[in-house]
């Protein structure tokens, strides 16, 4: 859950009233919302002291609040406090409103074709006559990176541009260029810099490095530019300083660009929902005409507001309460959802406003509607539906299978499920692009680069770390890996996996192959080829030559054991033979 810090001297103010830290965390609890946390800052501050100045310090106290992942809309101030308003019933809902320049010169913003090779899409808006003061200016900065961590999925799926009208005129021009050809003076930056030494510039930056590969591999750079030429942006790395905003900006103009349309329309409408109270003209955002290659124009942001119908009798069943429909249309109000009894009292119609997107199903409607009521609220009844739990037949077999494996001198471990490249690769011998491993798109370390497709490597490492244990060594775990699957709608599957290993002065083969024989016989599989098990000499990079088998059962493979060769021991730092098994259990569930 993103956690939004806010000053509370702020907040009270906003709200209209002060609170105790008690009461406000019960407020929080009410709207579906957690105050994880509250401390403090320190401002410096000038103070007058006699003749001269003398420097002081302040203390702000901060309320750290969780907020769903999924509301947007609750991810700075402006809209934590209107959703709190609403929710107490002090004001309504504001009506957000698309609206063209008064003289008919609508800003224009052109998408070339290049873009297509890597960021397709645009939207724009622009907030007109909007007045900034600290406070505010560090929200609106604030809740563009709250939502290029979330809902952005750090700046891969959108990246927001915002900048000073005032210093750029349209008509603005989307596109993309070779590296070399682009050249502008990055934000807070007192030189011009070319695209390669700007991405060279901010390999070692502590926040923008993070969102270099999302282009630094590709041909094309995206690029926006003003009627002048001048650049605004190279999204998703870095804004121009020309078109900065500062407190003194008076009309902002906002760019997004995407690879997803449907992400971007929300980020765009989420800001500037949230920010247009600030305007001379409150809840009126400035349209942004946007054409696109194939010659389509669309008019952005759309601030679309929509109406389901939901019977109230459903909502009161599913959340176990027997409200009027009258009762539940006033809830759902309170929640910024606009609802009114219609028919004979039969449908509830609801109006879906532009900063609710998570509102996707009849189900979310019914949360709103049960955290309004309150969750405190509900009587606590006995299902009418008997039912019993139990696990699931992999798990339990998983169960199963540690108790006896402990029980025959083994000690389980618990591993890392992310490794690196090298770990299931290089050292094993096999090639990282034979291994069907699921990468990282951006890891924070080289050890944890991908998703385990074995656990062997796991427990080598493990050995590792506690040579200094007397031997013999004798650990297991059972736990899944992960391989790429195109069948999958993730594109990946979990396998659950055995793996045992025996590390001492000599390989120990015939331990691991009699553990082998003990887990077979607790799975009632006898050791025959036609409807049993049996193990077949096999060739693995990770075993010694000669010493390797492959296991089958239930007419299929399903894992390898042996004595592993000298270079994996070797490349994983122990100094002694060792012996493995490693198989997948879920033909036994």
Known sequence: MPTVGVKRDLLFQALGRSYTDEEFDELCFEFGLELDEITSEKDIISKEKGDGKAEGASETILYKIDVPANRYDLLCLEGLVRGLQIFKERIRAPRYKKITPPNGEIQRLTISEETAQ?????????????????????????????????????????????????????????????????????????????????????????????????????????????????????????????????????????????????????????????????????????????????????????????????????????IGISETPSSLAKLLTRMCLKSHVIGNGNNIEVEIPPTRADIIHACDIIEDAAIAYGYNNIQMTIPKTYTIANQFPLNKLTDLLRQDLAAAG???????????????????????????????????????????TTLLPGLLKTITANKKMPLPLKLFEISDIVVKDSTMDVGAKNHRHLCAIYYNRNPGFEIIHGLLDRIMQLLEVPPSKENGYYIKAAEDSAFFPGRCAEIFAKGQSIGNLGVLHPDVVTKFELTMPCSALEITIEPFQ
């Open 118 to 318: 890597i960021r397709p899409y645009a939207v724009a808006a622009v907030l007109r006559n909007i007045t900034f003061v600290k406070d505010r200016y560090d929200s609106f900065i604030d809740l563009q990176e709250k939502l290029h961590q979330n809902i952005c999925r750090k700046r891969s799926l959108v990246a927001i541009g915002s900048h000073d009208l005032d210093t750029i005129s349209g008509p603005f021009i989307y596109t993309a260029k070779p590296p070399p050809e682009i050249k502008f003076k990055p934000l807070n930056q007192d030189k011009e810099y070319s695209a390669p030494e700007i991405m060279e510039m901010y390999r070692t930056d502590s926040h923008l490095r993070h969102y270099l590969h999302i282009i630094e591999n590709e041909s094309l750079y995206p690029v926006i530019y003003d009627s002048n030429g001048i650049v605004l942006s190279m999204p998703p790395i870095i804004n121009g300083e020309h078109s900065k905003i500062s407190l003194n900006t008076r009309n902002v103009f906002i760019e997004c660009t995407a690879t997803d349309l449907t992400k971007a329309k929300i980020v765009l409408d989420i800001l500037v929902t949230m920010f247009s109270e600030y305007c001379n003209k409150p809840f009126t955002v400035e349209a942004v005409e946007v054409t696109y290659p194939n010659g389509k124009s669309y008019i952005f942001p759309e601030l679309p507001y929509r109406r389901e119908k939901i019977k109230p009798e459903i909502i009161n069943k599913k």
């Open 410 to 452: 083994f000690t389980e471990a618990l591993t890392f499920a992310l490794c690196s490249q090298e770990d299931i690769a290089s050292k094993l011998g096999i090639d990282i692009s034979a291994t069907k491993a699921v990468h990282i798109a951006n890891p924070k370390t080289a050890e944890f680069q991908v998703a385990r």
